[in-house]
């Protein structure tokens, strides 16, 4: 059989397929729900209506990706039982806690308080309805944790014991998985690149209105949010990665090895801006690298000593026997870089726009400066030469919405496809995890049905997304202005109508 097309690999493609499409609406979710209450508590406190009418706006684009991301992460569920029950049997008794409390304590969260604050609007005083999107926000970084806390035990296992009769691994200390520092630099990391998400996300949608000199004041305030979202999520993205490449370091060397192409260990080690590779050869035929940086990302240190692929490969056979233990390099090594790539260059321009944005919005001569008459928007002076950055600016600012979402992308597949051959790093390698009876004429449909039906939801989304941005904030309607002051609502009409949060 052509190892290409054999189950384990068509599972890995399947697995790695639905994980991907599904991650891209998790930062957003996590983010979206924290930067719609933050809205939504500035319109409790000022009653201000730009602030309402933002919170109505992107609360919308929230619920349509809240509701994609719970449709397509139902999957992964499926998967563990249909094409890995070999690893489900093994890991069952680890997973079964932390995905039992995301579900029972996090999910219910959200659940719950995301449709009373859908229908809600007209039923609870504004402070109670407020609190409802908090407790959402809430909800998703607790569903975060708890399953990062389960992947975290995949990259490092602690807190179990393996039964040698039964061949499964047993919980011993479940504290000990939820708060091991694997965990929580990937919950910190997984977090801070949610908000770099989110506010690239609120600056690009922000800059198609504005751009068309479209809901300025809505649009401005949004802006200036998202640039700010952007920018703290951004610095603190760096930070926290650079904590967990230290740990990474120190948890699995093969995975730093391999992000750098670093065939033989150095002392310092270099960190290459570009290298081409050739696995037979074992080293890189052409490489661009900036000296000592590999040495400090994995040690703090510019002149640390750090292991090449070639000894962590021949180390790793002595421990746990014959075979190879590479990953992917070109994969890991590109992946890595896409990852700081997209999410930086995000970064960047939203340090830029702030910067630009630091007072109010440069404004040509002559312009009104009313907050809901300004005509017109100039980042730059009004020349030639100003209105053509201007125009460079929003293009860029529109693009970044989607950099971060490519860089979260890259991340998880540099994180699980570093990890290989092991599924649970040193205890369980990817062949011994899928499930023995499963054919590969049976995986093959399944990926295919689960690709186009997620090319489908795709489509969907990006229609509902499309439809809902260009139509801008919403008018706000009497009922708007006047909230209910007691639950229940002031007006007990059974006929009245619900007034939905879009």
């Known amino acids: 059989m052509d190892l290409a097309l054999a189950p384990e690999t068509l599972a890995r493609w399947q697995f790695g397929i639905t994980t991907v499409y599904h991650f891209l609406f998790v930062p957003l979710t996590i983010s ?21 009418k933002a919170t109505k706006f992107w609360g919308k684009l929230f619920l349509i990706n809240i509701a994609m991301g719970v449709v397509t992460g139902i999957v992964q569920e499926f998967q563990f039982g249909m094409n890995w029950s070999d690893y489900s049997r093994f890991v069952g008794d680890i997973f079964g806690a932390p995905l039992a409390f995301e579900a029972l304590i996090a999910f219910f969260f959200e659940s719950t308080f995301v449709g009373l604050w859908i229908f809600g609007w007209d039923k609870l005083p504004k402070k109670i309805h407020c609190a409802c999107i908090w407790m959402v926000s809430l909800g998703t970084i607790l569903s975060s944790y708890f399953i990062l806390a389960a992947n975290s035990w995949m990259q490092h296992p602690v807190g179990y014991r393996l039964n040698k009769a039964t061949g499964r691994a047993e919980l011993t200390d479940f504290w000990r998985v939820l708060t091991q520092d694997t965990t929580l630099v990937v919950v910190f990391h997984t977090l801070t690149a949610a908000f770099l998400t989110g506010g690239a996300f609120m600056v690009g949608v922000a800059a198609i209105h504005l751009r068309r000199k479209k809901h300025i004041p809505v649009m401005r305030t949004s802006l200036r949010l998202g640039l700010v979202t952007l920018v703290i999520g951004g610095l603190l993205t760096a930070v926290s990665g650079d904590s967990l490449g230290k740990v990474m370091f120190k948890q699995q060397p093969m995975k730093m090895a391999a992000a750098e192409a670093l065939w033989d260990g150095e002392k310092p080690a270099p960190f290459s801006i570009f290298a081409v590779g050739d696995v037979a050869k074992g ?14 990302l994995a040690d703090n240190n510019f002149s640390s000593y750090v292991p090449g692929i070639n000894d962590v490969n021949k180390a790793e056979q002595q421990k746990f026997g014959p075979g190879d233990y590479r990953p992917n390099i ?41 907050e809901d008459e300004v005509p017109n928007l100039v980042l730059f002076k009004s020349t030639a030469l100003g209105t053509r950055l201007t125009k460079w600016y929003w293009f860029f600012a529109v693009w970044t919405l989607g950099f971060p979402l490519i860089a979260n992308s890259w991340g998880w597949i540099f994180t699980e496809m570093g990890r290989q051959p092991w599924v649970v790093y040193g205890v369980l390698r ?16 399944s990926m295919i049905v689960f690709t186009l039906l997620y090319a489908v939801l795709a489509v969907v989304e990006v229609k509902l997304l499309v439809k809902y941005v260009k139509a801008g904030p919403p008018e706000l309607s009497e009922a708007d202005l006047n909230p209910p002051t007691k639950i229940g609502g002031d007006d007990r009409d059974p006929d009245r109508p619900m007034a939905f949060s879009y």
């Open 430 to 445: 990817t062949q011994d995890a899928v499930s023995p009876s499963v054919s590969q004429g049976e995986v093959l449909t």
């Open 32 to 52: 979206l729900a924290a930067l719609v209450a933050g809205l939504e508590t500035a319109w409790v406190r000022t009653g201000k209506d730009k602030y309402l």
């Open 283 to 296: 080293h890189n035929d052409v490489e661009i690298s900036v000296p000592g940086v590999l040495s400090f």
């Open 330 to 370: 070109p994969v890991a090594f590109w992946g890595f870089r896409w990852m700081i790539g997209f999410g930086m260059t995000s970064f960047a321009i939203g340090l830029v726009g702030l910067w630009l944005t630091r007072k109010k919005f440069m404004l040509a001569p002559g312009m009104r400066t009313g």
